[in-house]
C-alpha cells in the first residue's frame, strides 16, 4: 500500500514563497509521472504542475513563471516551490502519483496525498 504525505503549506502574504513537499512511502516498485492538484473552495480541482519520471514538466498557465516543480527520486518526493503568490492561490493543494507496485504491472494513478492548505492573504 502506497500513502502520498504532502507537507508545507500554510499562510503567507501575497508576494511571498511556500515550498509544499510530498512524499511517497509504503510498498510499490516505482513511481510514474507525479503531479500537483489544487481546489479552491467552490471550485472544481484543476491541475497546477506535473512531472513525468524524466524530469520533463508543465505548469497550468495561471501559474506559469511562479511556481516550479521537481523532485528527487532518491527520496521518493515531489516538490513545488512557490513565489509571488496571489490571493487566487489560495486552496487545498494536493499531489498525485502514478505508482507500478510490482514490476511489470501497469502504473495506477489513483494515488493521492491528504491536501495541505495554502492560504495567501492580500
Known amino acids: 500500500q502506497v500513502q502520498l504525505v504532502e507537507s508545507g503549506g500554510g499562510l503567507v502574504q501575497a508576494g511571498g514563497s511556500l515550498r509544499l513537499s510530498c512524499a511517497a512511502s509504503?510498498?510499490?516498485?516505482?513511481?510514474?509521472?507525479m503531479a500537483w492538484y489544487r481546489r479552491a473552495p467552490g471550485n472544481q480541482r484543476e491541475a497546477v504542475a506535473s512531472?513525468?519520471?524524466?524530469?520533463?514538466?508543465s505548469y497550468a498557465s495561471s501559474v506559469k513563471g511562479r511556481f516550479t516543480i521537481s523532485r528527487d527520486n532518491a527520496k521518493n518526493t515531489m516538490y513545488l516551490q512557490m513565489n509571488s503568490l496571489k490571493p487566487e492561490d489560495t486552496a487545498v493543494y494536493y499531489c498525485?502519483?502514478?505508482?507500478?507496485?510490482?514490476?511489470?504491472?501497469?502504473?495506477?494513478?489513483?494515488?493521492w496525498g491528504q491536501g495541505t492548505q495554502v492560504t495567501v492573504s492580500s
Open positions: 498525485n502519483a502514478a505508482i507500478s507496485a510490482r514490476r511489470g504491472t501497469y502504473y495506477s494513478y489513483n494515488n
Open positions: 509504503g510498498s510499490f516498485f516505482d513511481i510514474g509521472d
Open positions: 512531472i513525468t519520471a524524466g524530469y520533463m514538466t
